[in-house]
């Protein structure tokens, strides 16, 4: 029996042990998973404070639960750990680690090519490394690759190699890690084969590709295809704008179309941990290749535009009431990028709060789920949502639609109001 045979053959006794490294929002769930599955997992990152806090119970993932941790914690099946030295301990290692873009939306690989090298300082024969950061076609072969071969050992012989890309949406109650399609691609056939072994008890569908660069290309067409969807929603939500029409009604009288068309819809602007940042990583590895990615590029210039469009609004509103924005005062409803979840990261209503503030607008915001967040490095503090609140502010611009706010007594109470969500108008 070969190496490859081997390790499936662990894995479907449950025998093997898995190593996540990076317990973010991609890597804790999927570590939360592979234990309930039955897996031995350790659980690898930087920061001793997210270490120490799992180890004693506390997630600090919203979609991980205090007490799914809790079960995994008692059954001995997970524990986490600054130590990267024991990265040779696991069988499996998934590899989930940030991939920011630069200022200039180049990727940074920073993250990735530190994983791969702690990797490649323990790494022994018998051992599977799936790559889960977003990332652009090539990384797994060109960066992976060479430092793990480095060793001596030879790929789909000694180790095993393969991208899979993670597919986390946060807060969305239907699919979860365990619910979602998985895609895998390995650098060999046995590669993917052996990725497949191991992830196979935890993912309820897999789906193999190819190679790892067909790997990688899935999630960036995923998410080009909603960067660009929602720049044409956006576009027409100026174009409605200028031609006095409304948006929501030509949107939904179009969604009547039971063939051939797709709702998307209008907003402040991109927020989250993908649509705004990974079609960029398909647009600078083609950009290397001298070809421009036309469709990318005109949707993140209409996309980051959003936020200005809101700011004119807010400065039409109060200038029908004899005001400047300079000197009023804006209550800014929600600063998370989406409804009913605590991430700010890439949120439209960050950059809305920086551009009145630079406008002179006296800005404050209410967000249940972030009792503060920090810009250019000062400190806010979400306010109290009351009558008085509201009544205080010159103008309301609503931007996340959570829940959690009463948004009809803010609309009985407020001077004016200037709306970006759709639902907030229907409720």
Known sequence: MGIADELIAKAERREARFGVIGLGYVGFPLAIELAKAGYDVVGFDVSSTVVDGLNAGRSHVGDVADEDLAQVLEAGRFAATTEMSRLHEPDAISICVPTPLSKFKDPDVSFIVAAS???????????????????????????LLPALEGTGLTVGEDFFLAFSPERVDPGNPRYQTKNTPKVIGGITPDCCRVASAFYEAAIDTLVPVSTTEAAELVKLLENTFRIVNIGLANEMAIVCDKLGVDVWEVIDAAATKPFGF????????LGGHCIPIDPHYLAWKMRGLNYKTRFIDLAGEVNTEMPLFWIRKVGETLNERGQAVRGSTVLVLGVAYKPDISDTRES???????????????????????????EDGQQHHSIALTPE???????VLIVTDHSAIDFNMVRQRAKAVVDTRNALGRR
């Open 117 to 143: 090298e702690a990797v490649k300082a323990t790494l022994r024969r018998g051992q599977v490394v799936i790559l889960e950061s977003t990332t652009y076609p090539g990384t797994t072969r060109e960066i």
């Open 389 to 395: 609140t509201v009544e205080a502010a010159d103008c």
């Open 262 to 269: 797709m709702r998307f819809v209008p907003g402040p602007g």
């Open 348 to 374: 439209p209503a960050i950059d809305i709060f920086r551009l009145l503030t630079g406008q002179g607008a006296r800005v404050t915001y209410h967000d249940p789920l972030v009792p503060t967040f920090s």
